[in-house]
């Protein structure tokens, strides 16, 4: 994906520009690895039904999406785009504290949107920072992005320790810690100065595409369903392992041994890359999700879910390095946060559409929701197969792309 040798690699970057980048993404997957197993458990701890925890999840991902790719473009517009995640943990930071204080449906719904909204940019930034260093001294994405997988492992079995001892009341605190460390990694994160613009030399080829690609478009639409069809395991899970009666550690096991098989992926990303193209990595992971989904409402036993929990290294891991080598490949430099805010646009429109639909499936169906979520996979793997065939094809390589991605 770089045509740069490993001795020229980091040549020219911000001192410790791999570990710095790294911790940035250490910080707000802290917070991710109690929200997300454990924030609709706080939910559920306040007596609202499945109805009104979809309800909560899902509105702060539909205002996330608006708010994240005009960031995103200010961002590309920007000196220097690393301020940003100051101003997002700040703020975050202070809902979360205002969750201390919330226990009624409306200002929790309310809070908890708002927090959506000035955390919306964060991981978007971070990511194209990390973008920008593939792009210009050739470090390898995985080896970066890893690290907040593993900050969200260690984040989950810490919380379901918590969350054994002092029920899902330790949720808002934690919360408010993991918040306090985004700023201060906000501060850390390198600063590397604009975005290039055409013109600029970079170590990659030039795509010579535009963000608004038919191909790259449906691509990102297709990847985006098939994510979203995670939306019942984000949003119930917890509460179902729970009432198939799994300890609050035996939950935090599950959530973790699912990042950490993404995280095998992250550390073999190089090797992978050379191996599959992304079209491949992406089909795989949503054929596997179609399989994973009409497996889940299975009365498994705490292995077997081990098991299927293992296979997000292919539903979402695959998926993400898949799509984030056709956005590198795909557009320029200059475009690169606003490819990342069209795509977390889509990716949180979907997620947070299929969250709100999830609270009337579960209260519905239950377990049984998860079959759903395997139409919805199987209709994005479709889209990525029509996206493939949108691309245009180099002579240069005997009919096929020119880049292995």
């Known amino acids: 994906m770089i045509p740069v040798t490993d001795s020229q690699v980091g040549i020219g970057a911000p001192p410790h520009f791999r570990l710095r980048t790294a911790l940035s993404y250490c910080a707000p997957l802290l917070v991710n690895g109690i929200a997300l197993p454990f924030f609709p458990v706080w939910l559920a701890s306040l007596n609202f039904n499945d109805h009104e925890i979809g309800t909560i999840l899902a509105v702060p991902m539909v205002v996330r999406v608006l708010v994240a790719p005009i960031v995103a473009m200010i961002a590309d517009r920007m000196e220097e785009r690393a301020n940003v995640l100051f101003v997002s943990g700040a703020l975050s930071f202070l809902t979360a504290l205002a969750l201390f204080w919330t226990r009624d449906f409306w200002p929790v719904l309310i809070v908890y949107t708002l927090q959506g909204a000035t955390y919306s940019p964060y991981v978007p930034v971070v990511e194209s920072i990390a973008i920008s260093g593939v792009r210009r001294w050739g470090f390898d994405y995985g080896s970066m992005r890893v690290w907040g997988s593993v900050a969200f492992i260690f984040a989950t079995l810490i919380g379901g320790q918590l969350i054994g001892v002092w029920g899902g009341g330790m949720v808002p605190p934690v919360m408010a810690i993991g918040f306090a460390l985004t700023i201060a990694m906000s501060l850390y994160c390198p600063r590397i100065g604009p975005t290039r613009r055409r013109g600029q030399p970079i170590n990659l080829q030039a795509p010579g595409g535009s963000l608004l690609k038919p191909q790259l478009l449906v691509t990102m639409l297709g990847v985006s369903i098939q994510q979203s069809s995670h939306a019942v395991l984000y949003t119930f899970s917890s509460i179902y392992w729970h009432e198939l009666g799994f300890s609050g550690m035996q939950v935090g096991v599950l959530w973790v041994v699912g990042v950490a098989s993404e995280v095998m992926v992250f550390f073999l990303s190089r090797r992978l890359s050379r191996r599959f193209s992304a079209w491949t990595l992406i089909r795989i992971g949503s054929a596997v999700s179609v399989c994973r989904w009409l497996l889940f409402p299975t009365t498994f036993s705490f292995f077997g879910f081990f098991v299927l929990q293992c296979l997000h290294s292919f539903t979402y891991a695959f998926v993400h390095t898949g799509i984030q080598r056709r ?23 979907f997620l947070g559409l299929m969250t709100l639909a999830s609270g009337y499936l579960y209260g519905q169906l239950g377990p049984a929701s998860y079959y759903v979520m395997a139409a919805v996979a199987f209709f994005g793997l479709c889209l990525v197969i029509v996206a493939n065939y949108l691309q245009p094809q180099s002579s240069a390589a005997g009919g096929k792309t020119s880049e292995v991605s």
């Open 327 to 349: 956005i590198v490949a795909t557009v320029q430099e200059a475009q690169e946060s606003s490819a990342q805010g069209v795509y977390f646009f889509y990716n949180g429109m």
